[in-house]
């Protein structure tokens, strides 16, 4: 089971081992969130962070959401929710501004050094452009919107806090199946053929008419699904409608498997899968964690789906 401390006025403080703790993480969503259910200790309640371990790793840091303390006829309990460092960035309006020729540094240190974090993964280079910071958007948008611009591509912050600008980058796959590295004890293949899109049609020209096409190569040609994109006025462009295709490639396939232990990988991770019913695949990754421990015991449900 995984350790907890909590930082307060006065310092860290150990929480006791919990009675149920449940993890989850989404490459799709920035941050993860924690909630754990402990027996009550004196100062828990003045709780700021959240510190989890795995052994002495540290696996999860975040600030807490919510304090909740259960009184009933012969036992106080303390539930404890947390996101991690991710969602500071998401409860935190940015100011607007422009940027020309932004690089990495200048983003880190307006947009998240002010929040706690200390250092970045990856390159300076500056990217050669135009930022527009709006009203209304949070810190965590001005950050994306930097990293898909420049690297095309989503940031992750990680569980513990690190900040990686062009993703996970661990190259090392993860092996599922009887006879390798992670065995399951069930496993559930989704074909979501509804979720493909075969067709984006773009405005390009002045008009009414959407005269231009983008085809989805992997669609089932007997399936017509479609959307339509302004690349004229509505702010689309074709990079728009390769990645409404895209990502409905991605959201057609998805394996869900159950683990009967703790496994802490990052989403993101590379994964392969080898099944005598389901079958083989390769070119799959971590989409989705939820790691669950009580007194029945400890388990990890994890989704994989397909790169494209």
Request: glycine residues 8%; charged residues 25%; contains cysteine.
């Amino acid at each position: 089971m995984l350790s907890f401390r909590i930082t307060t006025r006065q310092g860290e403080m150990l929480l006791p081992s919990p009675i149920a703790v449940v993890y989850n993480s989404e490459f799709s969503v920035p941050a993860d969130d924690v909630t754990l259910e402990i027996p009550y200790v004196k100062g828990c309640e003045d709780g700021d962070f959240l510190l989890g371990y795995e052994n002495s790793s540290l696996v999860f840091k975040g600030q807490i959401d919510e304090i909740v303390t259960l009184k009933s006829s012969n036992k106080i309990t303390v539930k404890i929710t947390a996101r991690s460092m991710a969602g500071i960035l998401l409860d935190n309006e940015a100011e607007p501004c422009i940027y020309f020729n932004a690089s990495s540094s200048v983003i880190f240190e307006r947009h998240l050094k002010p929040f706690g974090f200390a250092d970045f993964e990856g390159d300076n280079e500056p990217y050669f452009g135009y930022l527009k910071i709006s009203k209304g958007m949070s810190q965590w948008q001005v950050f994306e919107n930097y990293c898909v611009n420049k690297y095309g591509r989503s940031p992750r912050i990680t569980g513990d806090g690190r900040v990686l600008l062009n993703g996970i980058s661990d190259k090392e796959v993860l092996c599922f199946g009887k006879n390798e590295s992670y065995d399951y004890t069930s496993a559930e293949k989704k074909i979501k053929r509804y979720k493909v899109i075969s067709e984006v049609r773009l405005k390009v020209v002045q008009g009414n008419r959407y005269g231009s096409a983008i085809k989805n190569s992997l669609a089932d040609t007997r399936l017509v699904r479609r959307r339509y994109v302004d690349a004229l006025n509505g702010g689309g462009s074709v990079g728009t409608a390769d990645r409404i295709i895209k990502k409905s490639n991605e959201n057609a396939f998805e394996v869900v498997l159950t683990c009967p232990y703790r496994l802490m990988c990052e989403v993101g991770r590379k994964a392969k899968l080898r099944d005598e019913t389901l079958g083989s695949f390769d070119g799959l990754y971590v989409h989705k964690l939820r790691y669950t421990s009580d007194s029945s015991g400890e388990k990890t449900v994890i989704t994989l789906k397909k790169e494209i």
